[in-house]
C-alpha cells in the first residue's frame, strides 16, 4: 500500500502536467493556414484605340495628267458622204427656162423658180422646188442633188458642192425643196449662179446615171433690206 500511493502521486501529476502543457503545446504548434477563397476570374476587356481629335491629316498628293480640251469647237464642215459630181460643160440652154434639157436617164427635171433670196427684206422666194423624173423606175433607187455657187461678177468665186437627196414621189419623179441653206457658204456670195446636177444610184450605191450640170438655170441672190 505504501508502494501504491506514490506510482498514484506521480501519475496524477504527470496528468496534471500534460494538462497544463495543452495550452503551450497549442502556442508553440505550427498554425494551419486558414483556408481564402478564390477570386473570381474577371472578364477581359479590349479597350478600342482613343481617337486624337486634333489630329491633323496629311493629305495624299494625287498624280494625273490632263487632257488638252481645246476652248474652240471644231468648226471643219463635215465632208461630204457622197461621191462629187463629174463637172461637165456649161448648159446652153438660157437661164430664165424653167425647163431643162432632157438627159439620158432623166426625162426632164423641172423648177419651180429662178431665183432663191437670202438674207432679211421682203425679197421672194425664200426656195424654189427642184422636180426630176427618172426613166429607169425599177432600178433607181434613190437621186442625189448637187449644188455650188459661182459668183457672177467674178466667176473665180467658186464654193463647194454640197449634196442633198432628193425626195421620192410615185412614178418614178423626185423632188427637193431647195434653199439658201442647203448651199454651202451662201452668205460669201451676192449674185450667184447656182451650179447644179443630178445622179441617180441603185440600192447598192451604183451610179446609175446623171444630168449634166447645170450652170445658169438658177440664181442665188442676197437680199437688201429697204432703208426706212
Known amino acids: 500500500m505504501k508502494r501504491l500511493f506514490p506510482i498514484l502521486f506521480v501519475a496524477a501529476f504527470l496528468m496534471n502536467g500534460c494538462a497544463g502543457l ?39 498628293p494625287v498624280t494625273f495628267t490632263p487632257t488638252a480640251t481645246p476652248l474652240v469647237p471644231d468648226q471643219t464642215e463635215a465632208a461630204t458622204p457622197f461621191p462629187t459630181p463629174t463637172f461637165k460643160p456649161p448648159s446652153t440652154v438660157a437661164g430664165d427656162s424653167f425647163f431643162t434639157p432632157v438627159n439620158k436617164g432623166f426625162l426632164t427635171i423641172l423648177l419651180s423658180g429662178g431665183a432663191v433670196y437670202w438674207n432679211s427684206g421682203p425679197c421672194s422666194p425664200r426656195s424654189i422646188k427642184i422636180t426630176a ?6 432600178h433607181t433607187d434613190y437621186v442625189l442633188l448637187f449644188m455650188r455657187p459661182r459668183e457672177k461678177s467674178d466667176t473665180m468665186l467658186l464654193g463647194d458642192w454640197s449634196s442633198v437627196e432628193m425626195i421620192p414621189g410615185t412614178n418614178g419623179n423626185f423632188t427637193y425643196e431647195v434653199g439658201a441653206r442647203n448651199i454651202r457658204k451662201y452668205y460669201w456670195f451676192i449674185q450667184a449662179w447656182v451650179e ?24 442665188l441672190i442676197m437680199c437688201r433690206p429697204i432703208n426706212p
Open 196 to 219: 447644179y446636177q443630178l445622179v441617180a444610184y441603185d440600192k447598192d450605191g451604183v451610179e446609175l446615171f446623171r444630168s449634166q450640170v447645170y450652170d445658169k438655170t438658177l440664181s
Open 22 to 60: 495543452a495550452p503551450i503545446l497549442e502556442m508553440i504548434a505550427t498554425p494551419t493556414p486558414i483556408p481564402q477563397d478564390s477570386p473570381t476570374p474577371q472578364p477581359t476587356v479590349t479597350l478600342f484605340p482613343t481617337a486624337d481629335l486634333f489630329a491633323t491629316l496629311t493629305p495624299t
Open 133 to 138: 423624173f427618172v426613166s429607169d423606175i425599177i
